[in-house]
């Protein structure tokens, strides 16, 4: 079936620092792919999203690449914030149309 | 363009007792699922719903149930509540086919269920 792997946190970084949360998916056909933030207390948003290979996906400073040859869609910001502490959630929808989640990362940045 | 809006936001409720969650999907929206999302955990597909037909379930006993009104908003039924059972209910919307693959999901904020 399909299904979504990602780095285990917590992550806890500085203000400023370079953040990568890695994704890898199995899945049939050809999904979509999706990062979804969750802060505390409040339900998920849609963070970015790729549709199809080399897709690169883009919203506040994160970027994903949709890479067919290593099923991956890694999350990266070149210099994070205090208010991107967050749970962070790869997920796909393949042919069944339905979302498959990660467990979620939790991402703690420090000042 | 209105979002995802549930109600109750928080609730408390007795082992045993039965509770019924509510959820307005975004406008537009033809399909919605429900998720439970157990503390420290990702959320778990419960089931979905499309024209008022479950059109499919996630590994969950029976005693979840939905139901998906003409008007699309939706309700999540659980009955004999047990203790394992408390978690973040979250209800999504999206629009049928390929605009699922396009667009994704457009999750609600939630229900936080207790039952003691």
């Known amino acids: 079936g399909d299904s979504v792997t990602q780095m285990e946190g917590p992550v806890t970084l500085s203000e400023e620092a370079f953040l990568t949360i890695n994704c890898t998916y199995t899945?049939?056909?050809?999904?979509?792919l999706f990062w979804y933030v969750q802060y505390p207390g409040e339900g998920l948003q849609l963070l970015l999203k790729?549709?199809?290979?080399?897709d690169k996906g883009s919203n506040k400073g994160f970027e994903a690449t949709y890479r067919k040859e290593t099923t991956s869609f890694h999350l990266e910001k070149g210099s994070v914030q205090v208010s991107d502490s967050a749970v962070y959630f790869c997920a796909l929808i393949a042919n069944d149309y339905k979302l498959s989640f990660g467990a979620g990362t939790t991402v703690t940045v420090r000042a | 363009e209105t979002g995802v809006t549930q109600s109750p936001t928080h609730l408390i409720k007795t082992r045993g007792q039965q509770v019924t969650l509510r959820c307005s999907s975004q406008?537009?929206?033809?399909?919605v699922s429900w998720y439970q999302q157990a503390l420290g955990q990702g959320p778990q597909f419960i089931f979905q719903?499309?024209?008022?037909?479950?059109?499919g379930r996630g590994n969950f006993p029976p005693r979840f149930s939905g139901l998906q009104f003409p008007n699309y908003s939706s309700e999540l039924n659980v009955n004999a509540l047990e203790l394992d059972d408390s978690a973040l209910y979250l209800c999504?919307?999206?629009?049928?086919?390929?605009?699922?693959?396009?667009?994704?999901?457009?999750f609600g904020s939630g229900t936080r269920l207790t039952v003691v």
């Open positions: 790729a549709t199809k290979a080399d």
């Open positions: 999504a919307s999206t629009l049928a086919g390929t605009g699922t693959k396009e667009y994704g999901y457009t």
């Open positions: 406008s537009g929206h033809n399909t």
């Open positions: 719903y499309y024209r008022e037909e479950e059109n």
């Open positions: 899945a049939t056909g050809y999904p979509s």
